[in-house]
């Protein structure tokens, strides 16, 4: 049996939820619509910059936290969840995170109502993620547009795993689940 994509995304809110690969920053913004804190290492060379989002949401929405190392960066997530005064919470993890860390993290989520998502390493996740997710880019030279992704839940608590192409829609600001290009009518291989 298929989990059908509405019933795992929007991501389930009170819990953290866990995403990697090279799509997994653009997964993070479409997921975090609306105000959304964003916790990133100081350390971390590269910085995050809002106008980069702005085809995905408004940057005024983004507030940025710059921890000293990953430690910081977990108690900053943690009183953001349990808080709820802001209904997402991104954290950038640089190291595997315990049991005990993860669980830290959903009992603060579901304290404060919030949806928190950690952007982790490939192989890297924690055994309290709600669900696990693998956000890849899809090159289709046929289209100018580049937003098509291939997003795949890898671990999901609650159900069943699935993998869609999905490509945003800027100009309505939405999510689109498409068929991948073989199975699309008119190509090569369908009837239609």
Do not use: Y
């Amino acid at each position: 049996m298929r989990v059908e994509f509405h019933s795992v995304f929007p991501l389930r809110p009170a819990r953290v939820h866990e995403v990697c690969g090279a799509g997994a920053m653009g997964f993070a913004a479409m997921a975090a619509q609306g105000p959304v804190l964003w916790i990133r290492e100081a350390w971390l060379s590269d910085t995050l910059t809002p106008q980069g989002l702005l085809p995905l949401f408004d940057p005024m929405q983004l507030l940025q936290a710059r921890p000293r190392d990953q430690t910081d960066a977990l108690a900053v997530a943690e009183e953001a969840l349990k808080d709820g005064a802001l209904p997402h919470v991104v954290l950038e993890v640089t190291r595997p995170l315990d049991l005990r860390e993860g669980r830290r993290l959903q009992l603060a989520a579901k304290a404060g109502g919030t949806t928190g998502l950690c952007i982790i390493p490939d192989g890297m996740g924690s055994n309290a993620a709600e669900t696990r997710w693998r956000a890849t880019p899809v090159f289709d030279l046929t289209r100018e547009d580049s937003t098509l992704t291939h997003w795949e839940i890898i671990k999901n608590k609650s159900g069943t795993l699935g993998a869609w192409h999905v490509r945003w829609d800027q100009k309505e600001s939405r999510l689109d689940v498409v068929s991948p290009v073989g199975e699309r009518p008119g190509s090569a291989g369908t009837s239609g």
